[in-house]
């Protein structure tokens, strides 16, 4: 393995990457040869050893951002819980990394769950979310004993009195009424949204669950959206879940935005916690435990994604195809996500070139990014994007055949592979039934 030592983090003549070093993960910077390295292992090395598409994430930087979180609600909120959201990177080395951090989990199916056992996680510390929650996947969340299930609906708690055989902790998701200034389809908390119950109707809702002999209520729960860069509205939701009512447990979802882009600013971690503590002091009973559940700004900054040029095509615009696309960051074409990006192996080299960075799925939408300033590219090229650990991996499929990428995790000089590459012999397993007939 080759190392860095100390990192070197250069803004060379001609480019912006002064600006990009706070985007790419915290211990990212630039060998001798002016090739991109991740917590101290250069990514043309990581490229020959796995391949690309690859997913490369900065564990030092990741576990360094989830203690932010522990740490600082901890100490501003002593009896609080810091839930790892883990729908924006649910694998099974990042659910033994939470753990391992001192974060509880939230999961959002059986999969899921199925992914953090697989870890070792202490079924104690899941939390069970999700607006649909099947018979089979409360099943699964039952007998594997999860700590806690966040109730949407009442027709939930028909589920459950049918299928409690003891004592179950839960909480109740209500509508918290703020409409959050974010992508529509990253938006949770308004007062159509699909998620939770509105205050009259989780009244009656908290009736049944305190009547019940096995249901064990203990608070209520809500979540306004993702990318969220405006700290009010996550204060804004405090005060509207306090009209709830008071009782033990408040979660107070997640949702703060990171900065994806040279023209986004995103507030910290430390001004997030501001922002949410200051108003559960002014409006929640104090000794109230109070949880959180950050996933995207746990993960993001950590992870990039390294791809291979394939195909530079000068026509009515300067088109550099790579080896991935919308199979690896489907986030793209759903929620207009915006990123950046470089040519890895090229980083000292003055930015000449505005390019359409395009993916190789068939269709047109399949533009990674709109305008990416590279120097000159040419077939062979890696191109490395930034601020993909979150989301990227989670809606990887299999459109026009391709296979989900490998991912590695990279600290102090070392790398473990913690997700091989599919490969078609995983892609055809499934279709076994019929090739066997």
């Known amino acids: 393995m080759s190392t860095t030592g100390q990192i070197s983090k250069p803004s060379a003549?001609?480019?912006?990457?002064a600006e990009l070093w706070d985007i790419f993960?915290?211990?990212?910077?630039?060998?001798?040869?002016?090739?991109?390295?991740?917590?101290?292992?250069?990514?043309?090395?990581l490229a020959e050893r796995y391949g690309t598409p690859l997913q490369i994430i900065d564990e030092e930087g990741l576990r360094r951002q989830a203690r932010r979180f522990s740490a600082g609600l901890r100490e501003r909120w002593p009896n609080s819980e810091v839930l790892y959201a883990s729908k924006s990177f649910p694998v099974v080395g990042m659910y033994k990394l939470a753990q391992e951090e001192g974060l509880s989990i939230d999961v959002a199916g059986g999969g899921e769950i199925k992914l953090a056992l697989a870890a070792g996680v202490d079924p104690k510390i899941l939390h069970f979310h999700g607006n649909a929650k099947s018979d089979d996947e409360l099943k699964i969340a039952l007998d594997a004993g999860v700590g806690t299930i966040i109730v949407d609906n009442e027709d939930e708690l028909d589920r459950l009195e049918r299928l409690l055989e003891r004592p179950q902790k839960l909480?109740?998701?209500?509508?918290?009424?703020?409409?959050?200034?974010?992508?529509?389809?990253q938006a949770t908390g308004g007062v159509k949204s699909k998620f939770g119950l509105p205050m009259d109707q989780a009244k009656h809702a908290i009736e049944r669950m305190q009547a019940h002999p096995l249901m064990e209520f203990e608070g209520v729960h809500i979540h306004i959206g993702s990318q969220i860069l405006n700290t009010r509205q996550f204060a804004e939701s405090?005060?509207?879940?306090?009209?709830?009512?008071?009782?033990?447990?408040?979660?107070?979802?997640g949702g703060l935005g990171v900065k994806y882009t040279?023209?986004?600013?995103?507030?910290?971690?430390?001004?997030?916690?501001?922002?949410?503590?200051?108003?559960?002091?002014?409006?929640?009973p104090e000794g109230a435990r109070l949880m959180i559940e950050p996933g995207r700004s746990v993960v993001a900054r950590s992870g990039i994604s390294l791809y291979r040029a394939t195909s530079v095509k000068r026509t009515?615009?300067?088109?550099?195809?790579?080896?991935?696309?919308?199979a690896d960051q489907l986030d793209i074409a759903l929620t207009d996500q915006r990123y950046e990006a470089v040519l890895a192996e090229r980083l000292l080299e003055p930015?000449?070139?505005?390019?359409?960075?395009?993916?190789?799925?068939?269709?047109?939408?399949?533009?990674?990014?709109?305008?990416?300033?590279?120097?000159?590219?040419?077939?062979?090229?890696?191109?490395?994007?930034?601020?993909?650990?979150?989301?990227?991996?989670?809606?990887?499929?299999?459109?026009?055949?391709?296979?989900?990428?490998?991912i590695v995790f990279v600290q102090n000089g070392e790398e473990r592979l913690v997700a091989r590459r599919e490969t078609y012999?995983?892609?055809?397993?499934?279709?076994?039934?019929?090739?066997d007939n």
């Open 25 to 45: 993960p915290e211990e990212a910077g630039a060998d001798e040869r002016g090739v991109l390295t991740i917590g101290g292992v250069a990514v043309d090395e």
């Open 351 to 406: 930015w000449t070139d505005s390019v359409q960075l395009v993916g190789r799925q068939c269709e047109s939408g399949d533009l990674m990014i709109d305008g990416a300033n590279f120097p000159a590219p040419k077939v062979g090229d890696l191109v490395a994007m930034a601020t993909t650990g979150a989301y990227s991996y989670t809606m990887t499929n299999n459109y026009n055949g391709a296979l989900r990428p490998a």
């Open 316 to 326: 009515g615009d300067v088109f550099v195809a790579v080896d991935g696309g919308m």
């Open 171 to 185: 909480l109740l998701r209500i509508i918290p009424g703020v409409e959050a200034e974010t992508h529509a389809s």
């Open 262 to 284: 040279y023209e986004e600013e995103a507030p910290s971690v430390e001004d997030y916690l501001d922002a949410i503590v200051a108003a559960a002091r002014e409006h929640l």
């Open 425 to 435: 012999e995983d892609l055809l397993r499934l279709h076994a039934p019929a090739i």
């Open 238 to 253: 405090v005060a509207n879940i306090s009209t709830s009512g008071e009782f033990g447990t408040y979660d107070v979802g």
């Open 13 to 17: 003549e001609g480019t912006r990457l």
